[in-house]
């Protein structure tokens, strides 16, 4: 679908991000019209690779906690490092800033006068050639899941799960993110966190196996078009963060939604992240 002639634009201003709505594409949204195509996996050889980091903790096992633990010495002097500022390596609550976006990272916008991305903690699962789409996280709606047109027989527990306003673009559809892994129709955000797979998590909540606080359940989307969230970025309109999978845990499925929630989550991302806004 060839996208409206007034999200055409590669840059919006920084005070007014407007997201460009992509062609709907094959995913998880569990009614209505499908929402943007998450990108698969990238697929890991058959061949056996050595492994030159044998000794690494554990908490080193991946690269986003590896990046995180240079970052962890960089902010520390040589005095330090033993105690690496209270970030210590083997800690699986960690955030730090990134110059760019990538997927899995979160964006919280820098300034004041964003209208609806005011304060928003935007979760990002697709970052590529094709565009950019994700979900704001922190900002609940007087709804719930039984309010909306499900294709599927809710799970008495999910009944009353409150939904979440994910963006402005595709919000016929929603979405849910949740910590099960393994299930038909998911996809994996980064590990330990996932996106889609409604029929398989109903199912679990069905047989008491997931929790209602580890799942959320988002209405719409934000979307950007090729190179458009980059520029945004350049121009100073979001903070960019890395953040471990514990911490985006706490994040999404740790907050009992509140009138404070989206100020809540957002300063305290940027606070883990060693960032001090107004």
């Known amino acids: 679908?060839?996208?409206?002639?007034?999200?055409a634009r590669s840059a919006v201003p920084c005070r007014q991000p407007r997201p460009f709505q992509a062609a709907p594409r094959r995913n998880a949204g569990f009614f209505c019209a499908p929402t943007t195509r998450l990108p698969r996996s990238q697929c890991k050889s058959n061949e056996a690779q050595p492994d030159p980091d044998a000794n690494l903790s554990e908490a080193l096992t991946d690269w986003r906690s590896f990046r995180a633990h240079l970052v962890a010495l960089e902010q520390?002097?040589?005095?330090?490092?033993?105690?690496?500022?209270?970030?210590?390596?083997?800690?699986?609550?960690?955030?730090?800033?990134?110059?760019?976006?990538?997927k899995g990272c979160l964006l919280l916008a820098r300034e004041e006068g964003m209208g609806q991305f005011t304060n928003a903690a935007v979760l990002l699962c697709?970052?590529?050639?094709?565009?950019?789409s994700g979900?704001?996280?922190?900002?609940?709606?007087p709804r719930h899941l039984q309010d909306l047109s499900t294709k599927v027989a809710l799970a008495e527990e999910l009944q009353d799960k409150q939904v979440y306003y994910g963006g402005p673009c595709d919000r016929g559809t929603a979405n849910i993110i949740h910590c099960c892994s393994e299930?038909?129709?998911?996809?994996?955000?980064?590990?330990?966190?996932?996106?889609?797979?409604?029929?398989?998590?109903?199912?679990?909540?069905?047989?008491?196996?997931v929790k209602t606080h580890q799942a959320q359940?988002?209405?719409?989307?934000?979307?950007?078009?090729?190179?458009?969230?980059q520029d945004e970025t350049r121009a100073g309109c979001w903070y960019v963060m890395a953040?471990?999978?514990?911490?985006?845990?706490?994040?999404?499925?740790?907050?009992?939604?509140?009138?404070?929630?989206?100020?809540?989550?957002w300063h305290k991302i940027l606070t883990q992240g060693g960032v001090h806004p107004h």
């Not at 490092?81 to 990538?102: F, Q």
């Not at 979900?135 to 709606?141: K, T, W, Y």
């Not at 514990?246 to 809540?264: A, E, V, W």
């Open 217 to 229: 359940i988002l209405v719409g989307c934000s979307a950007w078009m090729p190179g458009q969230l």
């Open 1 to 7: 679908m060839q996208a409206p002639a007034s999200t």
């Open 183 to 209: 299930l038909e129709g998911a996809t994996q955000i980064i590990e330990g966190l996932y996106l889609g797979g409604f029929e398989s998590v109903n199912n679990l909540f069905r047989l008491g196996q």
């Open 135 to 141: 979900f704001i996280i922190n900002m609940p709606l």
């Open 243 to 265: 953040a471990s999978s514990h911490f985006l845990h706490q994040c999404i499925f740790g907050h009992r939604p509140s009138i404070h929630h989206r100020d809540d989550v």
């Open 126 to 132: 697709q970052h590529d050639s094709l565009g950019s």
């Open 76 to 102: 520390t002097n040589s005095a330090l490092k033993a105690e690496l500022a209270g970030k210590s390596v083997d800690s699986p609550v960690w955030a730090h800033e990134l110059t760019l976006p990538e």
